[in-house]
């Protein structure tokens, strides 16, 4: 079952286009990663989902029950938008404790700083934090009320690899405990990595939308670089694969993943191995194709 999907979702800022009536649909505990070039769309949908912007049109469901306008959401989600704000001058305790009071919860904070790593610098204040610190701060805000879905804009700016490390192993730990974690980033072989679907924007619409096993058993694009010129026994065999060729010794083949090692290994047996061999998914290819 969908936790949640929408249908025919659009957006105009004047006479520009943002969002060009597009549907998608997520399942209760997926990972699921936003990707595309800046003006693509990414931000306006997280928007859209966090109640901060009314598309021009769209249906909302949350397990298949249609709502009634988007901000039906809010009581579903957690959300990450933009650089996380906090009061400076405050620890991470009272900052949470603020949080906590306003929206009437009634969460352990103790726990809850220690589920997201900041148990022992509780104490501390914000203004000495890390960026990492301060996004796992965020994090720990946007979960207080223990949410189904948990929607994040760009999570990962600002974050040294560290500060990444420990973003992910906290994101994925939320997610083993059956959060639904929608990801919006520009970061394309990180969330590859991290999540289990992806939708690829391009200029409002959806270029690609694939889940990771499909991406896992699609074919890959291959480049294959000699340090000369195959000769023509290899160029007939390879001309038979149906290759084409970006520079005379550099060919490019698209493959799947159990075929790449076998044609490596006939390729060493006609005496011509390639040099250096790079592989691009289906995923990363239309990003390169649609950004460059």
């Known amino acids: 079952m969908h936790i949640l999907k929408v249908e025919n979702l659009s957006l105009k ?19 699921i990663g936003l990707l595309g070039p800046n003006g693509a769309g990414k931000s306006s949908i997280i928007k859209i989902l966090a109640g901060l912007v009314f598309p021009d049109s769209g249906k909302l469901f949350l397990e298949n ?8 959401l809010r009581n579903h989600c957690g959300f990450l938008i933009d650089s996380p704000a906090f009061y400076p001058y405050l620890s991470a305790r009272q900052n949470l404790h603020l949080v906590n009071r306003i929206n009437k919860c009634h969460v352990d904070l103790n726990e809850l700083l220690l589920k997201v790593g900041l148990g022992n610098v509780h104490k501390k204040k914000v203004k000495n934090f890390s960026t990492g610190m301060k996004q796992r701060l965020a994090i720990a805000q946007s979960i ?3 949410p189904e879905i948990l929607i994040l804009d760009e999570p990962f700016n ?9 973003l992910l192993i906290l994101l994925k730990k939320l997610n083993k405990n059956g959060t639904t974690i929608i990801v919006s980033s520009h970061l394309l072989n990180e969330l590859e990595q991290f999540a289990d679907a992806f939708i690829l924007l391009h200029k409002g619409e959806i270029a690609l939308n694939l889940t990771k096993s499909e991406l896992l058993i699609s074919k890959k694009k291959v480049a294959f670089t000699f340090d000369k010129i195959p000769n023509k026994e290899v160029k007939n065999y390879l001309d038979k694969l149906k290759a084409t060729y970006e520079k005379p010794e550099k ?4 493959l799947s993943p159990d075929e790449i090692a076998a044609i490596v290994n006939k390729l060493v047996a ?14 990363q290819e239309k ?6």
């Not at 250096?276 to 998914?281: A, I, S």
């Open 270 to 283: 006609l005496k011509s191995t390639p040099i250096n061999v790079e592989t691009l998914t289906i995923l």
């Open 287 to 292: 990003y390169l194709e649609i950004t460059i």
């Open 13 to 31: 800022y004047g006479k520009q286009e943002v969002l060009k009536h597009i549907s998608f649909a997520f399942k209760k505990g997926q990972i």
């Open 144 to 146: 207080l009320r223990n």
């Open 65 to 72: 029950v249609l709502k009634k306008n988007f901000s039906d």
């Open 158 to 166: 600002g974050l040294d690899p560290n500060g990444f490390q420990e």
């Open 251 to 254: 060919v490019i083949l698209h």
